[in-house]
């Protein structure tokens, strides 16, 4: 009998913790990568973007999806955006302000050379996360939500940017190379889109979702807080 009323509890608890701690894990799993830390391009494809001469339109293309669908902090920062949206219409506008804020910084900061300390500006994106997670538990609100999305877009596309200076770009081919890459980074954001969309969905079916909503939101917070923490170590101990 103890076993059965047991049972709601041990399934409440689950269907509330269980995001937050596969969350948990994730993040886990990706603060123990040494890509982690940097924030940097995967190493097996710095060698070709520092050597690559002329115009490379579909490996750079390739070459911004993949970073797009594997970056971590791009993406925690995407769910905690439309993880309250259900409207199409309101989807697309605040990943379009994001979307054209990382174009935006990404190109100017290659392109002019515009540099930024990467210690500094990851630990503006850990920001943005921890931002984004607290306005979505209702907590506090400075800025109007689409001029946050828009700004803390421009701060994403700064960090992609001072990665790439780091490795030496050659100047032929650099512009149509660049725009190659910000095009995958935006096919790589509607790919993300595309699966981030439809777990929510599910997520929204799930019958404690408004405790589960809540969990999330903290495990997004917790994991934006600790990026901002390595890179502000990693900025002081450089």
């Known amino acids: 009998m103890a076993r059965l009323k047991c049972a709601p509890a041990l399934s409440a608890f689950s269907s509330t913790l269980l995001p937050a701690l596969l969350l948990a894990g994730l993040v886990a799993c990706l603060l123990a990568s040494p890509v982690a830390f940097a ?29 797009m669908v594997t970056g971590y902090d791009h993406l925690l920062y995407l769910v905690g955006v439309i993880f309250f949206l259900s409207k199409y219409r309101d989807i697309a506008i605040f990943v379009s302000l994001f979307a054209l804020g990382h174009s935006i910084t990404l190109l100017v900061g290659v392109l002019s050379g515009l540099q930024v300390n990467p210690y500094l500006i990851d630990a503006i994106i850990g920001i943005s996360i921890c931002y984004k997670a607290l306005e979505n538990l209702s907590k506090f609100r400075f800025l109007n939500p689409k001029i946050a999305v828009f700004g803390f877009g421009l701060a994403h596309g700064f960090g992609l940017s001072s990665k790439l200076q780091d490795l030496a770009l050659s100047a032929n081919g650099l512009i149509p190379n660049m725009l190659a890459f910000n095009l995958g980074v935006e096919i790589g954001q509607l790919l993300a889109l595309v699966i981030l969309l439809s777990s929510l969905s599910w997520l929204r079916r799930q019958p404690h979702y408004p405790a589960i909503s809540n969990n999330v939101n903290i495990g997004l917070f917790g994991a934006g807080l600790m990026f901002f923490g390595m890179h502000i170590t990693g900025y002081l101990l450089r």
């Not at 924030?39 to 970073?67: C, E, R, S, T």
């Open 39 to 67: 924030h940097g391009v995967a190493q097996q494809d710095q060698g070709f973007i520092a050597n690559a001469f002329g115009v490379h339109v579909w490996p750079f293309m390739y070459l911004g999806a993949k970073h």
